[in-house]
């Protein structure tokens, strides 16, 4: 008898937290506001070096391609031979960009165009066919 009375109260309390949980992630759901983005225009783009580039040599890449306009400072990854940078479109494109870096420094490297058939892929990483991503929108369409 004691025992069937422990185990219901612990049952109730189980379902007290899983009702409280659910509860919990519908508001969240609801409230999530869309990310707002400072800057739409941003853009990513790359230049590809033949050879692979030295510390003394992405120092002195990063420096040029700050002093281009258009391009947001904190935002220049060089790694190997690769340098990946993000721009304001609506000021610069990467073709003005690529020339602007070339003029600055004798590098031997070329600019990276995305494929044809790359271009009309989707890259979102979230899987619109998963249950939660159906429940999410779901329960977002409710409350909006």
């Known amino acids: 008898m004691k ?3 422990t185990l219901k109260k612990a049952l109730f309390a189980v379902l ?3 009702v409280v ?13 869309p ?4 800057s739409p225009n ?3 783009s790359r230049i590809d070096f033949k050879s692979t580039i030295p510390p003394e040599q992405a120092q002195k890449i990063c420096k040029d391609l700050r002093a281009i306009k258009g391009i947001t400072s904190d935002s220049i ?15 610069a494109n990467s073709k003005k960009i690529y020339d602007e870096l070339m003029a600055k420094g004798k590098y031997d490297a070329q600019r990276y165009i995305l494929p044809v058939g790359m271009a009309t892929k ?15 929108k779901s329960l977002h369409q409710i409350f909006n």
Do not use: W
């Not at 509860?23 to 409230?31: A, N, S």
């Not at 990854?77 to 000021?91: A, L, M, S």
């Not at 989707?122 to 999410?136: G, T």
């Open 16 to 18: 007290v937290l899983v």
């Open 122 to 136: 989707e890259v979102c990483p979230v899987d619109q066919n998963s249950f939660s991503y159906k429940m999410a």
């Open 21 to 33: 949980f659910f509860g919990i992630l519908v508001f969240h759901i609801v409230t999530a506001k």
């Open 77 to 91: 990854i060089v790694k190997r031979n690769v340098v990946v940078y993000f721009h304001n479109n609506k000021v």
């Open 35 to 38: 990310a707002v983005y400072e």
């Open 42 to 44: 941003l853009q990513v």
């Open 3 to 5: 025992i069937n009375k």
